[in-house]
């Protein structure tokens, strides 16, 4: 048993003991920061390791696959537990400022790191049934997060979010309970070859749709994405970044997992539901944002367009695409939680997320207004910024396929995505505060300045150096694209070299 | 036994969804609840039915003599169970707080997080 795999999902559960024990304390808050850190160091000596020797795996209380509980890291896992450990370091920084004793008393830090161990052991796990509970882990952690502040808004907005999240579990535990039954393997690499082979590939078909559905919600595509902005606005502002960053990403690893590595029998049909899908989330999400006038509104609306070019990248499936989509999802989870973060500081700043009742942010906060620029140009594809690249390789892989219309389709959204971040820009940062308030920086007490601000520029340099240096990124990127279309590699580390 | 276990399974489902199309938050919650418990039920029957067979070992300590339960499917289900009702459990604490706060549970009212129809 490698402790590289299980450390990342450990150190978060033992933080958030601490962080319970220690809630009524200023100790708490700091349990959690320091417990973010000891998960980033693990992080990176995953990928480390994962870089040295290619996947790895390791069996839990040594049963052997495929009768054990399988934890996997192959570059894009390592990858994504990295990327969860920086988002969870960054907020952890930045809920110092903003979560108040009342939160932490409720708990908050602890259900903050369960939502990070949650998180991580999905990226982790080589078992179908165990990716399902991971995900009600990170469930009931960001149910607790959600209403967490106890206010009118968040309760309306759980509502929504909880309902329809229940639904697309129970779906998932079907398809996976129903997929046991057909084939009597839960575990992934094993699954590949046990639905290649079954003689009823009609029914693998259809128990695929329903995991389709199932991660399809959690990644809120279009149409199943309504949960996503009628509650993403509505929490603390340190929990809407996590959610940003990680939660639909969850769904969007779970969809390139499995339809790369499991359902690849019928890819005609299932893969050509996702391309139209993907089309639908892209134009649906962005012009949802350029309706809205509430900051976290029109980000919420963001993600969902966003989400689009990752699962367009999955339904292309060529090598270049699917890399687009590993590079995408990267880069979009730090560029996501930033904006969340930087337009709290703003409500903090101008004491409303009401576009149309804040202003004046260019003149008397300028650090905060260039630290928006970064990641509103790199979400929509300016270069040298990271989302420059990662759209680059979405639209020349549709075009390498002939696919004009989505092409097109991809370069118009991004063109909207300007349009809905140039009213962010024109309504907060540009015009004058229509009360003739003066929002600046100097406002927020000394700590709570550094705390918010250190994250956000923490984030906005590894923007803009994954945008300069996208060699080494892009690289990395194909070699996990690599792995998950051809995944020799994942199944002979998982069952052994015997059974390849 | 497995075209009855199915038929219920099928017929909790569908019953589940004219529930959870109700409006009613309450309502949607039973039916979420008949939702899991058929879907529990359809994991239970794709693991085979096996009446009266033990899983692993008999009464007495002795290996099944010819036929042995699945006793997967029923790890998992336990599972299931048990998740399903921590979260169920949130949904009704939660589904009480709503009523507190706006005073009904009819879901097409609960707007207060949207913005007006009309902004002028």
Known sequence: ?500 | METLVACLSGFLVATSIWLMLSGNLMRFLFGLLLLSNGVNLAILAAGRLTPGAPPLLGVKGELPADTMANALPQALLLTAIVIGFGLFAFALALTIQAYRTFGHLEVDRMRIAEPAEERE
């Open chain 1, 1 to 500: 048993m490698s402790w590289v795999l299980a450390l990342p999902i450990m150190i978060p559960f033992v933080t958030a003991v601490l962080a319970f024990l220690l809630r009524r304390s200023r100790m708490g808050d700091l349990a959690s920061v320091g417990g973010s850190a000891a998960s980033l160091v693990v992080a990176v000596v995953l990928i480390a390791e994962v870089l040295d020797q290619g996947v790895i795996a390791g069996q839990i209380g040594g049963w052997q696959a495929p009768f054990g509980i399988t934890l996997v890291a192959d570059h894009l896992s390592a990858a994504m537990v990295l990327i969860t450990a920086i988002i969870g370091l960054s907020v952890a920084v930045w809920s110092l400022a903003e979560i108040g004793p009342t939160s932490a008393r409720f708990g908050y830090h602890a259900l903050f790191q369960s939502l990070l161990g949650g998180v991580t052991g999905a990226f982790l796990t080589g078992d179908l049934f165990n990716l399902y509970v991971w995900f009600e882990v990170l469930l009931i952690s960001s149910f607790g997060l959600l209403v967490i502040g106890g206010r009118k808004y968040a309760i309306d907005g759980a509502v929504k979010y909880v309902t329809l999240n229940l639904i697309a579990t129970v779906l998932f535990l079907a398809g996976a309970g129903l997929l046991y039954g057909a084939t009597g393997t839960l575990n992934m690499a094993d699954l590949r070859g046990a639905v290649a082979a079954s003689p009823d590939q009609g029914l693998m078909t259809l128990i695929a749709m329903m995991l389709m559905v199932a991660f399809g919600m959690k990644a809120a595509v279009f149409p199943l994405f309504f949960w996503l902005p009628a509650s993403y606005h509505t929490p603390h502002y340190a929990v809407s970044a996590v959610f940003a960053g990680l939660l639909t990403k969850v769904g969007v690893y779970a969809l390139l997992r499995v339809f790369t590595l499991i359902f690849v029998g019928d890819v005609g049909y299932t893969h050509e539901i996702l391309l139209w899908v993907s089309l639908l989330t892209m134009l649906t999400g962005v012009l949802g944002a350029a309706a809205q006038s509430d900051f976290r509104k029109i980000l919420s609306f963001h993600i969902i367009s966003q989400i689009g070019y990752m699962v367009l990248g999955l339904a292309l499936m060529t090598p270049l695409a699917v890399m687009g989509a590993v590079f995408y999802l990267l880069h979009h989870i730090i560029v996501k939680t930033n904006l969340f973060l930087i337009a709290g500081v703003s409500q903090r700043l101008t004491g409303s997320s009401d576009l149309y009742a804040i202003g004046g942010l260019y003149r008397t906060a300028p650090l905060l207004a260039a630290l928006f620029i970064i990641p509103a140009f790199s979400l929509a594809g300016f270069p040298p910024l990271s989302g420059f690249w990662a759209k680059f390789v979405i639209v020349r892989a549709s075009l390498d396929l002939g696919e004009w219309l989505v092409a097109g389709v991809a370069l118009l959204v991004g063109l909207l995505t300007i349009f809905s971040m140039t009213k962010i820009w024109a309504e907060a940062f540009w015009k004058a505060h229509p009360e003739g308030r003066q929002p600046a920086l100097a406002d927020l007490p000394r700590s709570a300045r550094w705390q918010m601000m250190v994250p956000i520029i923490a984030l906005a340099v590894m923007t803009v150096v994954i945008g300069a240096f996208p060699s080494a990124f892009l690289e990395f990127a194909t070699k996990g694209a690599e792995q998950l279309l051809d995944p020799a590699a994942y199944v002979a580390a998982v069952l052994g070299e015997a059974r390849r």
